[in-house]
């Protein structure tokens, strides 16, 4: 009898920890999932917030109704751009700055050139400062987030169709 206690301890340990080891690989699962998900989360948490200066994505008919909106005062926006160091773009606004009217519908262009020997791939990213400022101005179309691929000397003009919301 002084035999049987131990064995039952014994596999009630195994079972507990068993347990814990299950749990624990479960929480190192969960969390790996979480680090690849946390970047389109965040993205799509910024493009519906406006935070950290993102813009937000506008339709067509939104873009309508802000310009029936109008308000008659204009703004003046700056357009920037730059490239990672190790990457031979030439990548500018076709226009540094603009007076629009707010509420409506404006066009701004961005040139891009690969000055490399061999094809290059990018992504252009976005934000508006100052931050606050990032959920008035509304995206219609844009070339933002879509991989473009450019030949060696090929220089390309890409648009971006937005307006500014007249609650600014």
């Given amino acids: 009898m002084a035999s049987a206690a131990p064995v039952l301890h014994d596999a009630v340990t195994a079972r507990r920890n068993l347990r814990v080891g299950l749990m624990a690989f479960a929480g190192a699962l969960a969390m790996l999932g979480l680090g690849y998900a946390s970047v389109p989360l965040y993205r799509l948490f910024c493009q519906v917030t406006g935070f950290g200066g993102t813009t937000m994505i506008a339709t067509e008919a939104q873009a309508a109704t802000a310009a029936a909106n109008a308000t008659g005062q204009t703004i003046s926006i700056r357009f ?12 500018a606004p076709s226009q540094a700055t603009d007076t629009i009217t707010i509420g409506e519908r404006d066009i701004a262009t961005y040139v891009a050139r690969n000055s490399g020997s061999v094809p290059i791939t990018g992504m252009a990213t976005f934000n508006v400062e100052p931050e606050q400022a990032g959920k008035y101005f509304n995206k ?23 307006y500014v919301d007249p609650a600014m």
């Fill in 80 to 91: 920037d751009a730059s490239t990672a160091g190790d990457m031979p773009w030439v990548f």
């Fill in 140 to 162: 219609i179309q844009c070339f933002c987030f879509t991989e473009q691929t450019l030949a060696p000397g090929q220089e390309v003009t890409m648009p971006v169709l937005y």
